[in-house]
Protein backbone atom coordinates (compact mmCIF):
# COMPACT_ATOMS: atom_id res chain seq x y z
CA UNK A 1 0.00 0.00 0.00
CA UNK A 2 0.81 3.23 -1.15
CA UNK A 3 1.89 5.39 1.93
CA UNK A 4 0.19 8.63 2.23
CA UNK A 5 0.08 11.94 4.20
CA UNK A 6 -1.71 11.35 7.12
CA UNK A 7 -2.91 14.66 8.64
CA UNK A 8 -1.40 15.57 11.32
CA UNK A 9 -2.85 17.33 14.65
CA UNK A 10 -2.06 20.34 15.00
CA UNK A 11 0.03 20.20 18.06
CA UNK A 12 -2.21 21.64 21.29
CA UNK A 13 -1.61 25.27 21.52
CA UNK A 14 0.42 26.25 24.85
CA UNK A 15 -1.05 28.24 27.65
CA UNK A 16 -1.13 31.63 26.88
CA UNK A 17 2.14 34.07 27.20
CA UNK A 18 -0.21 36.58 28.59
CA UNK A 19 -1.53 34.13 31.09
CA UNK A 20 0.86 36.02 34.18
CA UNK A 21 0.35 33.43 37.18
CA UNK A 22 1.91 30.25 34.20
CA UNK A 23 5.13 31.84 34.23
CA UNK A 24 7.63 31.17 37.19
CA UNK A 25 7.91 34.87 37.96
CA UNK A 26 3.98 34.92 38.06
CA UNK A 27 3.67 32.00 40.44
CA UNK A 28 6.35 33.97 42.45
CA UNK A 29 4.17 36.89 43.06
CA UNK A 30 1.00 34.50 43.66
CA UNK A 31 3.09 33.01 46.74
CA UNK A 32 3.90 36.41 47.74
CA UNK A 33 0.51 37.53 47.42
CA UNK A 34 -0.11 33.77 49.55
CA UNK A 35 2.15 35.23 52.39
CA UNK A 36 1.25 38.72 52.66
CA UNK A 37 -2.70 38.40 51.99
CA UNK A 38 -3.95 34.93 52.43
CA UNK A 39 -5.31 35.18 49.25
CA UNK A 40 -4.43 33.98 45.70
CA UNK A 41 -5.80 34.38 42.56
CA UNK A 42 -6.00 30.82 40.69
CA UNK A 43 -4.58 30.78 37.28
CA UNK A 44 -7.63 29.77 35.01
CA UNK A 45 -7.03 26.28 33.64
CA UNK A 46 -6.46 26.06 29.86
CA UNK A 47 -9.40 23.49 29.29
CA UNK A 48 -12.30 24.32 31.87
CA UNK A 49 -13.36 20.20 32.56
CA UNK A 50 -16.81 19.12 31.10
CA UNK A 51 -17.21 17.04 34.06
CA UNK A 52 -17.46 17.57 37.66
CA UNK A 53 -16.52 15.44 40.54
CA UNK A 54 -18.71 15.20 43.48
CA UNK A 55 -16.97 12.69 46.51
CA UNK A 56 -19.20 11.22 49.35
CA UNK A 57 -17.02 10.04 51.44
CA UNK A 58 -17.00 8.99 55.28
CA UNK A 59 -20.13 9.58 56.89
CA UNK A 60 -22.91 11.43 55.67
CA UNK A 61 -24.04 14.24 57.71
CA UNK A 62 -27.10 16.07 58.53
CA UNK A 63 -27.70 17.13 62.31
CA UNK A 64 -25.25 14.87 64.32
CA UNK A 65 -22.29 17.24 66.30
CA UNK A 66 -19.09 14.84 64.97
CA UNK A 67 -15.57 15.23 66.02
CA UNK A 68 -13.65 17.71 64.23
CA UNK A 69 -11.33 14.58 62.61
CA UNK A 70 -14.18 12.35 61.41
CA UNK A 71 -14.46 12.46 57.68
CA UNK A 72 -17.75 13.50 56.86
CA UNK A 73 -19.64 14.58 54.11
CA UNK A 74 -21.89 17.70 54.79
CA UNK A 75 -24.45 18.71 52.90
CA UNK A 76 -24.41 22.45 53.03
CA UNK A 77 -20.98 21.79 51.01
CA UNK A 78 -22.94 19.31 48.93
CA UNK A 79 -26.22 20.88 47.77
CA UNK A 80 -24.94 24.33 46.88
CA UNK A 81 -22.35 22.27 44.69
CA UNK A 82 -25.16 20.53 42.82
CA UNK A 83 -26.60 24.24 42.14
CA UNK A 84 -23.58 25.17 40.87
CA UNK A 85 -22.90 22.52 38.56
CA UNK A 86 -26.61 22.70 37.10
CA UNK A 87 -26.33 26.25 36.56
CA UNK A 88 -23.13 26.54 35.07
CA UNK A 89 -23.34 25.75 30.86
CA UNK A 90 -19.53 24.50 31.05
CA UNK A 91 -19.90 21.56 32.95
CA UNK A 92 -21.54 19.10 31.10
CA UNK A 93 -22.25 15.97 33.87
CA UNK A 94 -21.00 15.20 37.36
CA UNK A 95 -19.45 11.85 38.20
CA UNK A 96 -20.06 10.78 41.79
CA UNK A 97 -17.72 9.03 44.53
CA UNK A 98 -19.41 6.91 47.04
CA UNK A 99 -17.28 5.66 49.74
CA UNK A 100 -19.71 6.21 52.41
CA UNK A 101 -20.98 4.36 55.98
CA UNK A 102 -24.05 5.87 55.59
CA UNK A 103 -24.99 8.90 58.25
CA UNK A 104 -27.87 10.81 58.32
CA UNK A 105 -31.74 9.75 56.48
CA UNK A 106 -32.83 13.39 55.86
CA UNK A 107 -29.40 14.43 55.08
CA UNK A 108 -29.06 11.54 52.74
CA UNK A 109 -32.40 11.41 50.96
CA UNK A 110 -32.15 15.29 50.62
CA UNK A 111 -29.03 14.47 48.26
CA UNK A 112 -30.31 11.98 46.65
CA UNK A 113 -33.19 13.69 45.51
CA UNK A 114 -31.29 16.34 44.27
CA UNK A 115 -28.94 14.55 42.23
CA UNK A 116 -32.44 12.29 40.91
CA UNK A 117 -33.51 15.62 39.55
CA UNK A 118 -30.47 17.17 38.02
CA UNK A 119 -31.03 17.94 34.01
CA UNK A 120 -27.31 16.99 33.52
CA UNK A 121 -25.87 13.37 33.19
CA UNK A 122 -25.24 11.87 36.19
CA UNK A 123 -23.25 8.71 36.64
CA UNK A 124 -22.41 7.18 40.24
CA UNK A 125 -19.79 4.36 40.98
CA UNK A 126 -19.39 2.55 44.61
CA UNK A 127 -15.76 2.40 45.79
CA UNK A 128 -15.29 0.57 48.77
CA UNK A 129 -18.64 0.99 50.09
CA UNK A 130 -21.72 2.14 49.33
CA UNK A 131 -24.00 1.22 52.72
CA UNK A 132 -27.01 2.06 54.46
CA UNK A 133 -28.22 5.59 53.14
CA UNK A 134 -25.35 5.81 50.19
CA UNK A 135 -27.51 3.45 48.50
CA UNK A 136 -30.34 5.83 47.49
CA UNK A 137 -27.31 8.35 46.38
CA UNK A 138 -25.88 5.45 44.32
CA UNK A 139 -29.29 4.70 42.53
CA UNK A 140 -30.24 8.02 42.19
CA UNK A 141 -27.61 9.02 39.50
CA UNK A 142 -28.68 8.04 35.78
CA UNK A 143 -26.33 4.95 35.76
CA UNK A 144 -24.70 3.34 38.55
CA UNK A 145 -21.39 1.25 38.86
CA UNK A 146 -19.67 -0.68 41.69
CA UNK A 147 -16.82 -1.56 41.43
CA UNK A 148 -15.76 -5.44 41.77
CA UNK A 149 -14.89 -4.89 45.32
CA UNK A 150 -16.95 -2.44 47.02
CA UNK A 151 -19.90 -3.21 49.15
CA UNK A 152 -23.10 -2.12 49.88
CA UNK A 153 -24.75 -3.00 53.03
CA UNK A 154 -28.87 -3.03 53.09
CA UNK A 155 -30.54 -2.85 56.77
CA UNK A 156 -33.17 -1.52 58.42
CA UNK A 157 -32.99 2.09 59.79
CA UNK A 158 -31.76 2.09 63.05
CA UNK A 159 -31.49 5.02 66.11
CA UNK A 160 -28.41 5.66 67.96
CA UNK A 161 -29.22 7.82 71.50
CA UNK A 162 -32.28 8.95 72.59
CA UNK A 163 -35.40 6.77 72.08
CA UNK A 164 -39.09 8.28 73.27
CA UNK A 165 -40.63 4.58 73.74
CA UNK A 166 -44.16 5.50 72.16
CA UNK A 167 -45.67 3.46 69.88
CA UNK A 168 -45.27 6.60 67.45
CA UNK A 169 -41.82 6.82 67.30
CA UNK A 170 -42.48 3.32 65.66
CA UNK A 171 -44.59 4.80 63.30
CA UNK A 172 -42.46 7.73 62.23
CA UNK A 173 -39.84 5.16 61.84
CA UNK A 174 -41.56 3.53 59.62
CA UNK A 175 -42.54 5.45 57.60
CA UNK A 176 -38.97 6.66 57.08
CA UNK A 177 -37.95 3.73 56.42
CA UNK A 178 -40.70 3.70 53.40
CA UNK A 179 -39.36 6.77 52.29
CA UNK A 180 -36.07 5.10 51.72
CA UNK A 181 -37.50 1.98 50.20
CA UNK A 182 -39.53 3.29 47.69
CA UNK A 183 -36.60 6.23 46.62
CA UNK A 184 -34.93 2.98 46.09
CA UNK A 185 -37.16 1.14 44.43
CA UNK A 186 -38.14 4.01 42.10
CA UNK A 187 -34.45 4.66 41.25
CA UNK A 188 -33.64 1.17 40.32
CA UNK A 189 -34.56 -2.12 38.93
CA UNK A 190 -35.36 -3.74 42.35
CA UNK A 191 -38.52 -4.90 43.50
CA UNK A 192 -39.92 -3.55 47.07
CA UNK A 193 -40.33 -7.27 48.04
CA UNK A 194 -36.83 -8.11 47.28
CA UNK A 195 -35.18 -5.04 49.23
CA UNK A 196 -37.64 -5.79 52.15
CA UNK A 197 -36.26 -9.26 51.87
CA UNK A 198 -32.75 -7.95 51.56
CA UNK A 199 -32.84 -5.16 54.25
CA UNK A 200 -34.53 -8.00 57.17
CA UNK A 201 -33.14 -10.42 56.36
CA UNK A 202 -31.66 -12.77 59.63
CA UNK A 203 -28.32 -14.59 59.69
CA UNK A 204 -25.58 -12.70 57.67
CA UNK A 205 -25.01 -9.18 59.76
CA UNK A 206 -23.65 -10.07 63.02
CA UNK A 207 -26.07 -9.10 65.47
CA UNK A 208 -27.83 -7.38 63.23
CA UNK A 209 -30.50 -8.48 60.39
CA UNK A 210 -29.96 -7.01 56.51
CA UNK A 211 -27.34 -8.15 54.08
CA UNK A 212 -24.20 -7.37 52.73
CA UNK A 213 -23.74 -7.41 48.45
CA UNK A 214 -20.32 -7.36 46.97
CA UNK A 215 -19.64 -5.90 43.84
CA UNK A 216 -21.69 -8.14 41.37
CA UNK A 217 -24.29 -9.08 43.55
CA UNK A 218 -25.33 -5.76 43.61
CA UNK A 219 -26.25 -5.68 40.27
CA UNK A 220 -27.59 -9.17 40.33
CA UNK A 221 -29.72 -7.98 43.28
CA UNK A 222 -30.76 -5.13 41.02
CA UNK A 223 -29.66 -2.16 42.58
CA UNK A 224 -26.48 -1.15 40.87
CA UNK A 225 -26.66 -1.13 36.71
CA UNK A 226 -23.16 -2.72 36.48
CA UNK A 227 -19.77 -3.38 37.19
CA UNK A 228 -16.90 -1.31 36.24
CA UNK A 229 -14.68 1.60 37.27
CA UNK A 230 -13.52 4.91 36.21
CA UNK A 231 -12.82 3.78 32.62
CA UNK A 232 -16.29 2.50 32.39
CA UNK A 233 -17.99 5.39 34.82
CA UNK A 234 -16.68 8.01 32.61
CA UNK A 235 -17.38 6.61 29.28
CA UNK A 236 -20.79 6.27 30.02
CA UNK A 237 -20.55 9.72 31.23
CA UNK A 238 -19.62 11.08 27.85
CA UNK A 239 -22.21 8.73 26.16
CA UNK A 240 -24.74 10.07 28.22
CA UNK A 241 -23.43 13.72 27.79
CA UNK A 242 -23.69 13.31 24.19
CA UNK A 243 -26.99 11.79 23.80
CA UNK A 244 -28.35 14.71 25.73
CA UNK A 245 -26.10 17.26 23.87
CA UNK A 246 -27.46 15.67 20.80
CA UNK A 247 -30.92 16.27 21.57
CA UNK A 248 -31.08 19.76 22.42
CA UNK A 249 -28.98 20.96 19.57
CA UNK A 250 -27.01 18.66 17.06
CA UNK A 251 -23.46 18.96 17.23
CA UNK A 252 -21.23 18.50 13.88
CA UNK A 253 -21.02 15.16 12.21
CA UNK A 254 -17.75 13.40 13.30
CA UNK A 255 -14.66 13.23 11.10
CA UNK A 256 -14.74 10.72 9.04
CA UNK A 257 -11.82 7.99 9.44
CA UNK A 258 -9.10 8.70 7.40
CA UNK A 259 -8.62 6.47 4.54
CA UNK A 260 -12.78 5.76 4.08
CA UNK A 261 -12.78 7.30 1.05
CA UNK A 262 -9.97 5.79 -0.92
CA UNK A 263 -11.76 2.41 -0.08
CA UNK A 264 -14.70 3.12 -1.85
CA UNK A 265 -16.92 3.98 1.48
CA UNK A 266 -18.79 7.04 1.38
CA UNK A 267 -18.24 8.77 4.73
CA UNK A 268 -21.30 7.64 7.27
CA UNK A 269 -21.24 9.71 10.05
CA UNK A 270 -24.94 8.09 11.23
CA UNK A 271 -23.31 4.73 11.27
CA UNK A 272 -23.06 3.20 14.79
CA UNK A 273 -25.98 5.65 15.94
CA UNK A 274 -29.11 4.58 17.21
CA UNK A 275 -32.03 4.66 14.83
CA UNK A 276 -33.61 7.61 16.03
CA UNK A 277 -30.24 9.86 15.69
CA UNK A 278 -29.05 8.85 12.10
CA UNK A 279 -31.98 11.21 10.72
CA UNK A 280 -30.50 14.33 12.99
CA UNK A 281 -27.11 13.18 11.24
CA UNK A 282 -28.14 13.69 7.95
CA UNK A 283 -29.80 16.68 8.25
CA UNK A 284 -26.94 18.06 9.51
CA UNK A 285 -24.93 16.57 6.92
CA UNK A 286 -27.22 18.20 3.59
CA UNK A 287 -27.43 21.24 5.50
CA UNK A 288 -30.85 21.54 6.07
CA UNK A 289 -31.75 24.85 7.78
CA UNK A 290 -32.12 24.10 11.58
CA UNK A 291 -34.87 25.45 14.00
CA UNK A 292 -37.09 26.79 11.17
CA UNK A 293 -40.94 27.77 11.98
CA UNK A 294 -43.28 24.73 12.37
CA UNK A 295 -40.04 22.08 12.81
CA UNK B 1 -8.54 -4.72 71.85
CA UNK B 2 -5.92 -5.14 68.75
CA UNK B 3 -6.62 -2.03 66.23
CA UNK B 4 -5.38 -2.64 62.70
CA UNK B 5 -5.29 0.42 60.86
CA UNK B 6 -2.64 3.09 58.81
CA UNK B 7 -3.98 6.16 61.20
CA UNK B 8 -0.90 7.34 63.91
CA UNK B 9 -1.80 6.62 67.08
CA UNK B 10 -2.20 10.23 67.82
CA UNK B 11 -4.79 10.88 65.40
CA UNK B 12 -7.18 8.02 67.29
CA UNK B 13 -6.29 8.63 70.65
CA UNK B 14 -6.44 12.42 70.79
CA UNK B 15 -9.16 12.83 73.30
CA UNK B 16 -7.56 10.16 75.59
CA UNK B 17 -4.23 11.78 75.09
CA UNK B 18 -5.44 15.20 75.41
CA UNK B 19 -4.14 17.08 72.70
CA UNK B 20 -6.81 17.57 70.89
CA UNK B 21 -6.25 18.89 67.17
CA UNK B 22 -8.54 22.60 66.89
CA UNK B 23 -11.59 22.01 64.91
CA UNK B 24 -10.57 22.99 61.24
CA UNK B 25 -11.98 26.12 60.14
CA UNK B 26 -13.58 27.01 56.08
CA UNK B 27 -11.98 29.33 54.32
CA UNK B 28 -12.99 30.19 50.64
CA UNK B 29 -9.50 31.01 48.41
CA UNK B 30 -10.68 32.28 45.21
CA UNK B 31 -13.99 30.62 44.67
CA UNK B 32 -13.12 27.50 46.22
CA UNK B 33 -13.89 26.25 50.01
CA UNK B 34 -10.89 25.26 51.71
CA UNK B 35 -11.17 23.10 55.59
CA UNK B 36 -7.91 24.38 57.39
CA UNK B 37 -6.52 23.92 60.80
CA UNK B 38 -5.50 26.84 62.18
CA UNK B 39 -1.74 26.30 63.75
CA UNK B 40 -1.86 29.77 65.53
CA UNK B 41 -0.20 33.44 64.37
CA UNK B 42 -2.65 33.57 61.49
CA UNK B 43 -0.82 30.51 60.10
CA UNK B 44 -3.31 27.53 59.26
CA UNK B 45 -2.55 24.53 56.74
CA UNK B 46 -5.07 22.71 53.98
CA UNK B 47 -6.64 19.54 55.35
CA UNK B 48 -9.07 19.61 52.51
CA UNK B 49 -10.13 20.56 49.30
CA UNK B 50 -14.30 21.26 49.05
CA UNK B 51 -14.94 21.32 45.57
CA UNK B 52 -16.46 19.43 43.04
CA UNK B 53 -14.16 20.87 40.39
CA UNK B 54 -11.10 18.34 39.72
CA UNK B 55 -9.01 20.62 38.55
CA UNK B 56 -8.73 22.41 42.19
CA UNK B 57 -7.48 19.01 43.67
CA UNK B 58 -4.57 19.35 40.89
CA UNK B 59 -3.58 22.90 41.88
CA UNK B 60 -0.30 23.58 43.84
CA UNK B 61 -1.60 25.47 46.51
CA UNK B 62 -4.24 23.49 47.12
CA UNK B 63 -2.68 20.52 48.00
CA UNK B 64 -3.60 18.91 51.86
CA UNK B 65 -0.36 20.28 54.20
CA UNK B 66 0.63 23.55 52.12
CA UNK B 67 0.23 26.25 54.60
CA UNK B 68 -2.39 29.45 54.57
CA UNK B 69 -1.78 32.50 56.10
CA UNK B 70 -5.31 33.67 57.26
CA UNK B 71 -5.37 37.53 56.95
CA UNK B 72 -7.49 39.23 59.57
CA UNK B 73 -8.28 36.35 62.17
CA UNK B 74 -6.85 36.92 65.78
CA UNK B 75 -3.63 34.39 66.67
Given amino acids: MEEKAVPVKAPAPAAPASDPARSPEGQQVALQSVKHMGQVSVPAPVVEPSFHCLTVVGQIEGHLILPPKNKTTKYEHVLPQLVAIEQNPRIKGTLILLNTVGGDIEAGLAIAEMIATMSKPVVSLVLGGGHSIGIPIAVAADHSFIARSATMTIHPIRLTGMVIGVP ?3 EYLDKMQDRVIRFIVEH ?11 MFRTGELMRDIGTVLVGEEAVKAGIIDEVGGMAEAMR ?9 GEAEDSPAPPIPPAGAEELGTPPRPWAGRPRHRRLLALRHRWGAPRRRGGL | MILYTILPPEEIFAEEWGEEAAAPVEVQVDGVILSVSPGGNGSARVERVISTNPEDYLHPFFQPGSPVFLAGRDP
Fill in chain 1, 236 to 244: KLRQLTEEA
Fill in chain 1, 188 to 198: SRITEERLRDL
Fill in chain 1, 168 to 170: QTY
